[in-house]
């Protein structure tokens, strides 16, 4: 079945300093990824969706130039957490679609602890 | 943003028992998922639903796609420890992104 690899799986960093996180898809090509967050206990909420070859698409409430995604080719896209913060700590987790109607196949997220 | 009403929130059930949960929605999707999450872990696919009144099973785990289109079941049959996790709804229209419901915690004794 379709592969969603994701990296790191953990990262602990210092305030004020970015992070990058990056998703794959290992054996499909995917035209479009999402990004999610997820707080304890709670259910997944969309960020943004990267579209490969453009900008990507910010939900309401994210800001863009906190949250910089680029999707540079049809297998990856990444998600960079810039000047974080303790409250950008969060459970990270991206998706994957290949062809339309496809179902999402998720990666096993990135547990963000800023510091 | 949107979210789909699931339910029950949380499941204490002893083993082997079977176990209900639903979605409802005020929106009409033409998908309907459903994941199984573990602590520390993303969201695994367990069944995809494309069309309305269809039933697929997947193992013990069987799902529904409810007539209206605006509801979607799960159930596990014969509960086992290793059911334990948070099951996810999800449901979209065309391509639009999924969206989530709250999620059932379900915890099974042994």
């Known amino acids: 079945g379709a592969v969603v690899s994701q990296h790191p799986s953990r990262v602990i960093c210092k305030s004020g300093t970015s992070v990058k996180i990056e998703c794959r898809s290992l054996?499909?090509?995917?035209?479009?990824m999402f990004w999610y967050r997820q707080f304890p206990k709670q259910s997944l909420m969309l960020m943004a969706t990267?579209?490969?070859?453009?900008?990507?698409?910010?939900e309401q409430g994210v800001e863009k130039d906190k949250f910089l995604i680029n999707h540079a080719s049809l297998t990856l896209s990444t998600l960079t957490v810039t000047s974080a913060h303790p409250e950008d700590s969060s459970f990270y987790i991206c998706?994957?679609?290949?062809?339309?109607?496809?179902?999402?196949?998720f990666g096993n997220g990135t547990r963000l602890t800023v510091t | 943003g949107q979210q789909l009403n699931q339910s029950p929130q949380s499941m204490f059930i002893q083993e082997g028992e079977d176990v209900s949960m639903n979605c409802t929605s005020s929106?009409?999707?033409?998908?309907w998922l459903w994941y199984k999450q573990e602590p520390g872990e993303g969201p695994v696919l367990l069944i995809a639903?494309?069309?309305?009144?269809e039933l697929t099973s997947n193992g013990r785990l069987t799902a529904q796609f409810g007539i209206t289109r605006k509801d979607s079941f799960l159930n596990i049959s014969a509960s086992i420890p290793s059911d334990v996790g948070i099951y996810f709804c999800?449901?979209?229209?065309?391509?639009?992104?999924?969206?989530f419901g709250k999620g059932t915690r379900l915890s099974v004794i042994a």
């Open positions: 929106s009409i999707f033409n998908t």
């Open positions: 990267s579209n490969e070859g453009s900008k990507a698409t910010y």
């Open positions: 054996d499909f090509q995917a035209t479009t």
């Open positions: 998706s994957a679609r290949g062809a339309d109607h496809s179902p999402l196949h």
């Open positions: 999800a449901g979209s229209s065309g391509n639009t992104p999924l969206v």
């Open positions: 639903l494309y069309k309305a009144g």
